[in-house]
Every structure is written in C-alpha cells, then in structure tokens.
C-alpha cells in the first residue's frame, strides 16, 4: 500500500473533532472596529457541497477606522473548519482559478498578532485578476490572505497543513481551519503592505477568539 493510499485509509477512521462552540455563535459584537455588513451562506448545493463542510463563515467585514475611500475597509472573511480531514484542504489558488481568474502573485508573508507570546504567524498572500469581462468584482485584481490551524499548529500552505497532519497519523482525532480575507469588496485593490497590515489587525481580533472559544483544545491523544 503506498503512503497516500495509507494516510487516506488511516485519516478516514478518525472520530468526528467538533468545534468548542458553533460558529455560528461567534458574536459580531466583540470584532473591535469591525462591523458586520452581511452573514452570506452559500446557496448553491453543488458549490457547498465541493466545500465539503458546514461550518463555515463568510461575513462582509467594514473596518470602522479606515477612511471611507481605503481600499481596506471592507473585505470577506471566509473560515472553514474540518472535523475529520479525509482531503487536501481547498485553497485559493484552485478555487479561483477554476473560477475563472488567474493567479498573478503567490508568495509567503508574516501577518503581526503580537499575541500570547507569538509575534506573527506566517500566512500566504496572493493575487487574482479576472479573465473576459465579468463585472462581479469592483476591480479587475484583488489580493487573498490566508492561514490555517491544523491540529493546534499554524501553517500558511496545503503542504504545511498535509504535514501536520501527517504527524498525527496514528491519533484518534484531526482537525484543521482555514482563514482566508479576500480584498474584492471596494473599487480599488489594496497594495501588498496594505493587505498584510489589515490582514494582521484582524487576526488580531479574531485569532483569540476562535482559540478560547470556538476551536478544539488538542490533545494529541
């Protein structure tokens, strides 16, 4: 049998890892200067159903203390958690693509939290551009950030997400949770420096508040 075929096997016997609390009952009113301007589900089944979870978030955020024309101040977050990863997490870099843009920049970035003793956590930026002349997005590109944790570890790629939780073949339990923000809700797209530093700020916010609340507390046993 070979390793892949030994990873899935194993992987697919683990017991369900619930989340702590539903997100669901994140509450909107703890975000800071952030404010929710809309809770979206996705409504098509198909398109819910590739996402391969239910507990999901996708919120249209406004950044209160940004000026009114930034091209920051209002963004999606978009967090997906996974009590029993069977597969390779979804990334941007496919969904969009096989939505029809193309990828113009991919590279690693360190995102500041400053945070119970962690500085940054390292996350993966990128940006799109938009193919034809569909005219759902406000500009032609827009940059994505995104992170996950997997197993009470953070990691800023499907490889490094793979790895964890290869580590854990064996445990009874895995999880993994990916945050991603994607800067397609204003005219202009933001700059590298301005994503990554609005990134951060809500990371900050919300980081705490998945790891005290929502989040498994991991016991690798």
């Known amino acids: ?20 609390k539903s997100f669901d009952e994140l509450d909107e009113n703890v975000l800071g ?18 996402l391969g979870t239910e507990d999901y978030i996708q919120w249209i955020l406004e950044d209160t203390e940004a000026p009114f024309n930034s091209p920051v101040r209002r963004f999606m977050l978009f967090i997906t958690y996974y009590g029993r990863p069977t597969q390779v997490p979804h990334v941007p870099e496919e969904c969009y693509t096989g939505g029809g843009f193309q990828k113009l920049t991919s590279e690693s970035v360190s995102l500041k939290i400053d945070r119970s003793g962690m500085t940054e956590v390292e996350g993966k930026y990128l940006v799109f551009g938009r193919k034809g002349s569909g005219h759902w997005l406000k500009s032609d590109k827009f940059p994505v950030l995104y992170l996950f944790k997997v197993n009470g570890e953070y990691a ?20 993994f949770c990916k945050i991603e923000l994607v800067f397609n809700q204003n005219f202009a797209a933001p700059r590298k420096d ?6 951060g700020k809500i990371l900050r916010v919300i980081l705490p508040i998945l790891e005290e609340e929502h989040w498994p507390v991991w016991d690798k046993d």
Do not use: D, H
């Open 194 to 199: 301005e994503a990554v530093e609005s990134g």
């Open 1 to 20: 049998m070979s390793a892949a075929k030994k990873w899935l096997r194993l992987s697919t016997q683990k017991e369900f890892c619930p989340l702590r």
């Open 33 to 50: 200067t952030f404010r929710v301007l809309s809770k979206e589900r996705i409504r098509n089944e198909t398109v819910e159903k590739e």
């Open 156 to 175: 800023n790629s499907r490889g490094e997400a793979r790895a964890i939780l290869g580590k854990n073949i064996f445990g009874k339990y895995s999880y």
